[in-house]
């Protein structure tokens, strides 16, 4: 199921605001959803996320749903991309 909030390309994803820093939680109000976007630092794996968003690292394939159009390889995410995380 196609989520409309989000835009058919990822790349309109990935570029953060200009006061935005990776490592650091922005509320998704511009895409009216009580969900929140995550900027990926360079240590970050997607296991790390879960463990500090979710508190197991196995809540992963959340993230991994709600970023799809992104994340190909669930082993492979890259610095300043801005993931999706869903309350």
């Known amino acids: 199921m196609a989520d409309s909030n989000w835009p058919d390309s990822a790349t309109a994803i990935l570029d953060p605001p200009e006061e935005a820093k990776a490592g650091e939680l ?16 360079e240590d970050d794996s997607l296991s790390s996320i879960a463990r500090k ?17 992104l994340i190909r390889d669930p082993y492979v995410i890259q610095p300043g991309w801005r993931l999706r995380i869903p309350a």
């Open 53 to 69: 968003f979710y508190g197991k690292a196995s809540a992963r394939r959340r993230i991994i749903e709600a970023n799809r159009r």
């Open 26 to 41: 922005i509320e998704a109000d511009e895409f009216d959803s009580t969900d929140r976007l995550y900027i990926v630092t």
